[in-house]
Nanobody
Framework: QVQLVESGGGLVQAGGSLRLSCAAS????????MGWVRQAPGKQREFVAV????????YYADSVKGRFTISGDNAKNTVYLQMSSLEPADTAVYYC?????????????????WGQGTQVTVSS
């Protein structure tokens, strides 16, 4: 069974930075892609960023382009989200997901494995 554990969330002032990590474990973990979504209070989950493990590239939501960077360490089964120039609108619970069955790198909301989430709060 796949387990995803996020870390790195917290409280930061607007303009600051945070780095989220997501470590995957499981006896035979193998993913086509890993990525991040977020959910703010009263809102639906929204796509943030995703990276393909099979050379399919990285993709970002327009709202985070130029501010967030997703990267991965395949050997460690870990994906990172470096967040800079944070804004109060980035406040949300951030969830890490993995596509282990091949639904397509951009179909993030259909990924089969999810972590518990980590809270990011940006104060103005």
């Amino acid at each position: 069974q796949v387990q995803l554990v996020e870390s790195g969330g917290g409280l930061v002032q607007a303009g600051g930075s945070l780095r989220l990590s997501c470590a995957a474990s499981g006896r035979t973990f193998s993913a086509y892609a890993m990525g991040w979504v977020r959910q703010a209070p009263g809102k639906q989950r929204e796509f943030v960023a995703v990276t393909s493990w099979s050379g399919g590239g990285t993709y970002y939501a327009d709202s985070v382009k130029g501010r967030f960077t997703i990267s991965g360490d395949n050997a460690k089964n870990t994906v990172y989200l470096q967040m800079s120039s944070l804004e109060p609108a980035d406040t949300a619970v951030y969830y890490c997901g993995a596509d282990t069955v091949g639904v397509g790198v951009l179909n993030l909301l259909l990924y089969d494995s999810w972590g518990q989430g980590t809270q990011v709060t940006v104060s103005s």
